[in-house]
């Protein structure tokens, strides 16, 4: 993707409008090209600069209008002269409100979260297409751990959960929420499961979420953030995110 193509659709991806082909081929150029970088970074700080003068629009305005329609039905000349001047202000006034609303809708981006998640299915969708699902395969936590040694500032949990049914497959080096992580790769039957691992400075609860048909787990305990995404069912990616939250939790 050029850098023309990215100004058409800048605003569509934005709006999360874009399919995942076109939003993984825009990332890409938003990755390695500057000027678009910066002129995404913009928009998005226009947007939350916009977001702050929301008002929401008076309850009493359609009685208001209401009311000087009325009373244009009932004055006189003059009555009515004054009441149809009276709606041309409401009216004018209602239109500013609608189109503040409008513009601020279409202003108004993703959340942190969603922008995060998004990312992770991004990190997910490029390691399976690309048949890139590790940098170091293994299913030996203790080949895949001391690899990520020197390659990041943070030492990553990595356990063996074959005996669980979720067999470790190997490590890689991701980018994710503006850092490099851990991406930690396990396997349920023929579903791959993504376990994007940073640190934290606090502990979060766990939340539950879905985007483009792929299901997303996210907590932060013990100094780090935990990502899975994968298109296992819930049920079955919820027990393999209580096994790592049993493993990683410290001993009380």
């Given at each position: ?20 082909v ?21 928009l ?13 629009p ?6 208001r209008?209401?009311t ?7 004055g006189?000349?003059?009555s009515q002269?004054?009441?149809w ?16 609303v409008?513009v ?13 998640a ?23 936590q203790h ?42 790769v ?10 994007f691992?940073?640190?934290s400075?606090?502990?979060?609860v ?19 953030s ?20 049993s493993r990683t939790?410290?001993?009380?």
């Amino acid at each position: 993707m050029d850098c023309q193509s990215t100004r058409e659709l800048i605003n569509a991806y934005a709006d999360r409008e874009l399919g995942l082909v076109e939003s993984l081929e825009l990332e890409g150029h938003l990755s390695d090209c500057p000027d678009c970088s910066e002129r995404y970074a913009n928009l998005r700080a226009l947007r939350s600069a916009i977001g702050v003068l929301y008002h929401k629009p008076p309850t009493h305005l359609q009685k208001r209008i209401t009311t000087a329609v009325r009373k244009a039905s009932e004055g006189e000349t003059k009555s009515q002269l004054i009441s149809w001047r009276l709606i041309r202000v409401a009216a004018s006034a209602a239109v500013i409100v609608i189109l503040s609303v409008s513009v601020i809708r279409l202003l108004s981006g993703p959340s942190a979260s969603e922008l995060l998640a998004r990312e992770a299915v991004a990190g997910h969708v490029r390691s399976l297409m690309a048949n890139h699902l590790t940098d170091m395969p293994s299913s030996d936590q203790h080949t895949v751990k001391p690899w990520f040694s020197g390659k990041l500032d943070f030492s990553p949990p990595v356990e063996d959960l074959a005996s669980e049914g979720f067999p470790l497959v190997g490590g890689r080096l991701d980018y994710l929420d503006n850092r490099p992580v851990a991406a930690l790769v396990y396997q349920r039957r023929q579903h791959y499961i993504n376990t994007f691992v940073w640190p934290s400075d606090a502990d979060e609860v766990e939340k539950e979420s879905s985007q483009q048909g792929y299901n997303l787990i996210h907590w932060a305990a013990a100094g780090m953030s935990y990502l899975i995404v994968s298109d296992l069912n819930t049920s079955e990616l919820r027990g393999f995110a209580e096994l790592i939250q049993s493993r990683t939790s410290p001993v009380k």
